[in-house]
């Protein structure tokens, strides 16, 4: 059983900054993705298990980082310059089935696990 858990969420001013934490079970493909009240889950950045390929949303590209520290099985997602439509329950999932070292995901069902969700809300 893989487990996910996340931490850093919270509330911020328009322009602010917060990372998010994501704390794995094992070294996998991982993704941040973020749900607003009354919408579907969407994809917000991604990083392959291996090599440390990177993709992003055209919506954060440029304010927001992917990244890991494998010695932790941790990912982090840098959130900066943060703008009130990021407001949402932000949460990482795993893709614990093998993939190449550069893969990335951008669905939901390409993910196998998801963590618990984390609430990020940027005031005006």
């Known amino acids: 059983q893989v487990q996910l858990v996340e931490s850093g969420g919270g509330l911020v001013q328009a322009g602010g900054s917060l990372r998010l934490s994501c704390a794995a079970s094992?070294?996998?493909?991982m993704g941040w993705f973020r749900q607003a009240a009354g919408k579907e889950r969407e994809f917000v950045a991604a990083?392959?298990?291996?090599?440390?390929?990177?993709d992003y949303s055209d919506s954060v590209k440029g304010r927001f980082t992917i990244s890991r520290d494998n010695a932790k099985n941790t990912v982090y997602l840098q959130m900066n310059s943060l703008k009130p439509e990021d407001t949402a329950v932000y949460y990482c999932?795993?893709?614990?089935?093998?993939?190449?070292?550069?893969?990335?995901?951008?669905?939901?069902?390409?993910?196998?696990?998801w963590g618990q969700g984390t609430q990020v809300t940027v005031s005006s």
């Open positions: 999932a795993a893709r614990t089935s093998r993939t190449g070292i550069s893969a990335i995901f951008r669905r939901p069902d390409e993910y196998h696990y």
């Open positions: 094992g070294r996998y493909a």
């Open positions: 990083i392959s298990w291996s090599d440390g390929t990177t």
